[in-house]
């Protein structure tokens, strides 16, 4: 049952993209791509040959592979409820940011190997906006682990429910708040970044993989695509009372999953991305969100 979790993430990580896509097309009024469209685009680039540039070396060869092995290894620690996970320990929340922060990490090598500007320059916006993303993670799964008195996402998720106490539902809002922007940021989706744009003097995730090609560039889809269902299992395992049986569990997450793509669909049609020097300020509003939730733990512990 412990695979519960990984399974289900595989299956709502090839669904989201598409689902994203079609609530875009609908919101825009036309016809738009299929469902299956993005994968349909990655077994073209599966299909495709790889380029590398003659000033580029060994770190750019390798870099999306191990990106997409650390986000593999990141998804295995996410329980499905009190299923649990493949990987379990304490602390094991902590060892799920720094896994995918190393793999950030290469990606941002990757495209600093490539020796242009252009992806210098969305390389260090990368590492800027992640580096202000990353507290408001810590900052709420520090003040779940006070609540539950666990440090696994195992542990927490199977003691933290919702209640009818006003503080833990002013917590959990808080917390879908908070993964769910984080989520924004991480995936380089509007309104910090634009998924779609071309225009290099704006771009952050999209500049940083110009040259690549090929295979290369599939699996750094697919990385996104899985850290994007991730971030909406988190999510569900935060607001589902896991005393419910397995049928309802799955309901309930297919519906989180669904609003989820709803949402960033929506936020992508109508919201325009902030200006880049206005990025800084939203991340960091993130982070100032979680600290309410920290300190409200705090309250409830007087």
Not at 1 to 15: E, H, N, P, Q, T
Not at 61 to 89: E, T
Request: proline share 3%; charged share 15%; glycine share 6%.
């Amino acid at each position: 049952m412990r695979l519960l979790g990984f399974l289900f993430l595989i299956v709502s990580a090839l669904l989201i993209p598409g689902f994203i896509l079609r609530i875009k097309s609908i919101a825009a009024g036309r016809k738009g791509p299929g469902i299956w469209q993005p994968y349909r685009d990655i077994a073209i680039l599966f299909a495709k040959g790889q380029v590398f540039s003659n000033t580029t070396g060994l770190i750019f060869q390798i870099a999306p592979a191990i990106n997409l092995s650390c986000i593999i290894a990141a998804a295995m620690l996410l329980p499905f409820g009190r299923y649990g996970s493949l990987i379990s320990f304490d602390g094991d929340f902590v060892y799920f940011l720094y896994i995918l922060a190393l793999g950030r990490f290469f990606s941002i090598i990757s495209a600093l190997d490539t020796g242009s500007s252009f992806e210098g320059m969305g390389a260090s916006r990368e590492a800027l906006f992640s580096m202000l993303a990353e507290p408001a993670f810590f900052i709420l799964f520090a003040a779940l682990a006070i609540v539950t008195g666990h440090t696994s996402f195992s542990g927490i998720f199977s003691e933290y429910t919702i209640s009818g106490d006003h503080n833990i539902l002013i917590m959990t809002l808080i917390g879908v708040f908070v993964l769910f922007q984080s989520s924004l940021v991480e995936t380089c989706r509007v309104p910090v970044d634009d998924p779609k744009t071309h225009l290099e003097l704006t771009m952050i995730h999209e500049v940083m993989i110009l040259d690549n090609s090929g295979f290369d560039k599939a699996l750094i889809h697919i990385a996104t695509y899985l850290k994007q269902a991730m971030y909406g299992l988190l999510i569900y395992n935060l607001i589902t009372p896991f005393k419910l049986n397995l049928v309802f569990q799955i309901i309930i997450f297919v519906l989180v999953q669904a609003l989820y793509a709803i949402t960033a669909g929506l936020i992508e049609s109508f919201r325009a991305r902030n200006k880049m020097n206005r990025n800084p300020k939203f991340i960091l509003t993130i982070s100032a969100v979680a600290w309410i939730a920290f300190v409200i733990i705090l309250i409830l512990k007087k």
